[in-house]
């Protein structure tokens, strides 16, 4: 066997620690710092693209076409970053999302 194969059964079931410390595994308390942090959350339901002049013609009562279809479902967005998609509803009289999906990274081009 040449010093270019790697030989499996060089490696361990458990990971090394790091700097000799043992890792440990991570809870929802341990985000604790960082519950206060704000972020923006947007609900994006479709877009479309206009001219600045189509954009002057508009007026109270004016309907623009959007790129998505009726029932389709809504983009989420947390600091403009694609993190889910969902459902519009009603909750007590007022506009609601429900998360439907969650978007992995790899995923949010799909």
């Known amino acids: 066997m040449s010093d270019e194969t790697l030989n499996l059964q060089a490696f361990e079931a458990n990971p090394p620690s790091l700097h000799g410390e043992e890792i440990e595994e991570k809870t929802a308390q341990d985000l604790a710092p960082v519950f206060d942090v704000p972020v923006q959350i947007s609900a994006v339901i479709g877009k479309t693209q206009l001219s600045v002049s189509e954009l002057l013609k508009l007026t109270?009562?004016?309907?623009?076409?959007?790129?998505?279809?009726?029932?389709?479902?809504?983009?989420?967005?947390?600091n403009n970053r694609l993190v889910a998609r969902g459902e519009v509803v009603v909750v007590d009289e007022r506009l609601g999302v429900t998360m439907t999906e969650i978007i992995k990274d790899g995923d949010a081009n799909a």
Not at 60 to 78: F, N, Q, T, W
Request: charged content about 30%; glycine content about 10%.
């Open 60 to 78: 109270h009562g004016s309907v623009l076409e959007l790129d998505r279809k009726v029932g389709e479902a809504i983009d989420i967005y947390v």
